[in-house]
């Protein structure tokens, strides 16, 4: 089914909110947007996206928009908007804001693929992403690794990482603008005095100008560069005025983001793989092992990676593997699902390449495991005989329709009729909400047999309505990061 076909309701599992949006020529969009000021359009642009902390579609007088919506808003708004202070008070109306986000989904539609512009329901906590890395980084990162990611960051940016982390929180409490006089706005925020120098280079790394911004690249500019300096001095300011249109996009770049940067400096090392790629394997492998081992008791046995078989010719089972009772888990854990070109370009060949390569190779595993179970290896005794076997794939970053649209489009090269794909901030919501009447294996049984084409988001959502995240796991490591941030020589 195609774009042109989708009408609001459920495909495969999925909920989309489809409504026709408005395909202007450039004329057309540069003679609306010239009306108004740049700073009032990205003002209200700004304050849309305040609604974003913890959803996923928002809707602005009957009109549902998403991430992308606003971001390519904003796009045009810098393009098109006028710079004229003459035009300071020209305010958009509430229906010019209506039209704003119409033509920027017109706009989306042409630029973004199936996955991207229908699966905008995506949409991860910003405390899980900032807790998460914190805990990666700081906790379980040993100091003896070559790539240290705390002084490598630090070294690359200019700042701290515990003050990224707390300048980015300070931004997206303040309502999503920053106007920098004396860098005021992390001081009243985060409650500390703050060195003028590491607020410069913070801007200066993940900012951009109007120009730079609008530049066309994959991914889009506004993702690596997630704060726009207007260069502009409103009329009774002093300071110019910075803009983050999407909480979502400096999250992701602070966390996720700066895992690729870092990722890049250990690129093409002559005889030798990526270190820094290669340590953080096995460390996000720690952090979901970690998981389990926090949510659950000492009834279920948790195993890292088995070696097995013949002296000569040693095998490895998968990263993970949890049993209840009759009941076990097979697990592998992957950094990567989709690479950028595919994401943000959205070509089918790529797609498959990319998931042939990684969900491809993390099936292998979990068959070559499953095989060996039935084989008398004496290293895997402990999870011999087990009744009931779940197959689960953990990836860091999340796939969109990973179970069904993505399923279905290799379904003719790999075999994923029995294999679950879970992303790690569905799976740290799924152990924190279990119940004592009701454990992770008994929750992955029903999602495979009631919603097997639903996202593990999706399932939560309708098979536990009610249910009340504790944040136990995730509280803990954001209140250290707030307790380092206060005790930080700034």
Request: charged residues 25%; glycine residues 4%; hydrophobic residues 35%.
């Amino acid at each position: 089914m195609s774009l042109e076909e989708m009408k609001t309701g459920e495909y495969s599992g999925i909920e989309v909110i489809y409504q026709p949006p408005l395909y202007c020529s450039r004329k057309q969009i540069k003679k609306f947007f010239s009306q108004f000021s740049f700073l009032l359009v990205a003002r209200s642009i700004c304050a849309l996206a305040k609604n974003f902390s913890q959803k996923n579609i928002n809707t602005y007088d009957g009109f549902s928009y998403g991430n992308e919506t606003l971001c390519k808003a904003f796009y045009l708004a810098i393009k098109y908007a006028s710079n004229s202070v003459q035009k300071e008070n020209s305010a958009p109306s509430k229906n010019d804001i209506k039209i704003i986000l119409q033509i920027a989904a017109g706009e989306v539609d042409k630029a973004f693929n199936f996955i991207v512009s229908i699966n905008r329901q995506i949409c991860e906590s910003y405390t899980n992403q900032i807790a998460r890395t914190w805990c990666i980084f700081h906790e379980l990162w040993p100091l003896s690794y070559e790539a240290n990611p705390l002084k490598l960051i630090e070294n690359m940016v200019g700042v701290p990482y515990i003050l990224i982390l707390g300048f980015s929180w300070s931004i997206i409490q303040d309502g999503y603008t920053l106007e920098c006089k004396d860098y005021k706005g992390f001081k009243e925020k985060l409650g500390i005095k703050v060195n003028g120098k590491w607020c410069e280079n913070y801007l200066n790394y993940f900012s951009c100008s109007r120009n730079m911004w609008i530049s066309d690249n994959c991914p889009p500019t506004y993702i690596s560069k997630p704060i726009l300096d207007s260069g502009i001095i409103p009329t009774g300011k002093n300071s110019k005025v910075y803009f983050i249109p999407s909480a979502k996009n400096l999250i992701s770049r602070i966390t996720t983001g700066l895992f690729y940067d870092l990722a890049d400096q250990y690129n093409n090392k002559a005889g030798h793989g990526n270190t820094f790629k290669s340590q953080f394997g096995k460390i996000f492998e720690q952090y979901v092992k970690k998981l389990f081992e926090f949510h659950l008791n000492s009834s279920f046995f948790i195993s890292s990676e088995i070696e097995y078989g013949e002296k000569a010719k040693r095998k490895r089972t998968t990263d993970l593997l949890v049993r209840h009772k009759e009941s076990l888990i097979l697990i592998e854990i992957k950094q990567a699902s989709l690479y950028a070109k595919a994401l943000y370009e959205g070509n089918e060949e790529d797609i498959k390449k990319d998931l042939k390569r990684n969900i491809g190779e993390a099936v292998d595993e979990l068959i070559k495991t499953e095989n060996a179970l039935s084989e008398n290896n004496k290293e895997l005794k402990d999870f011999r005989g087990c009744s009931k076997i779940f197959k689960l794939i953990v990836l860091n970053n999340s796939l969109p329709l990973a179970n069904n649209f993505c399923k279905d489009l290799v379904k003719n090269e790999i075999d994923l009729s029995s294999t679950s794909i879970i992303n790690i901030y569905e799976l740290e919501t799924l152990l924190d909400i279990q119940q004592p009447t009701q454990n992770i294996f008994e929750m992955v049984e029903e999602k495979e047999k009631n919603y097997p084409n639903h996202s593990f988001k999706d399932f939560i959502a309708r098979a536990y309505p009610k249910a009340e995240k504790t944040g136990k796991f995730i509280n803990k490591y954001l209140n250290e990061v707030f307790s380092v941030i206060r005790n930080t020589n700034h």
